[in-house]
């Protein structure tokens, strides 16, 4: 496994539009998640970089494309958040159509980290995300995050229906329980990052 300083990854830009992403040649591992997900929380927690992804009380507020640099050749990219009733319509179809062109086109990105509500999921919008990487052949990190609010005996059973649930594709889509709050899944979901860095 590739060694790389997390606590070192750096903002780079935010992209509103398309042909604002970066042209240059890195890979890409990409963070995406229905709002209230924790995914900010998550990419902090495992950056050990606390304000480095913008949390919010008030869910929907991520609505452009992050890019962060963890490794000269790999960037982390945040997603917008997606699912929160309360954006308006327009901004949800626009928010959508962004997520599903990166997924489907963007050729530098390699692997897809979905975060989900260990308490919910599998909603229908993670459903959606988890098909467009699938249509690609693209590897998905299953990031359960708030393991924190379950029992130990109810984490590890979400856990393994989520896994049987993708029993056909486990060469590609993996699971995990995370928590911020308790620090919790920090070197696995790291050593599922680190995978990605191809080393010239």
Not at 22 to 28: I, K, Q, T, Y
Not at 58 to 76: D, S, V
């Amino acid at each position: 496994m590739t060694k790389c300083n997390f606590n070192q990854t750096l903002f780079i830009k935010s992209a509103a539009e398309w042909h604002h992403l970066p042209d240059n040649p890195s890979f890409e591992v990409a963070f995406a998640g229905r709002s209230n997900a924790g995914k900010s929380s998550a990419i902090n927690t495992i950056t050990g970089l606390h304000k480095l992804a913008k949390t919010s009380k008030l869910p929907g507020r991520t609505q452009l494309i992050n890019y962060f640099q963890l490794h000269p050749k790999l960037y982390l990219v945040d997603l917008p958040g997606y699912g929160y009733a309360k954006v308006p319509e327009a901004i949800r179809e626009r928010i959508q159509r962004m997520l599903g062109r990166y997924i489907l086109e963007r050729l530098p990105l390699r692997a897809l980290i979905l975060v989900m509500d260990s308490r919910h999921p599998l909603k229908e919008n993670d459903e959606i995300i988890i098909e467009w990487a699938l249509q690609r052949h693209i590897a998905v990190h299953l990031l359960l995050t708030k393991a924190d609010k379950l029992s130990h005996r109810q984490g590890q059973d979400t856990k393994r229906a989520v896994e049987k649930r993708f029993a056909e594709q486990s060469d590609l889509i993996s699971v995990q329980l995370f928590s911020s709050l308790k620090k919790q899944g920090i070197e696995e979901a790291r050593a599922f990052i680190t995978r990605w860095i191809v080393e010239e």
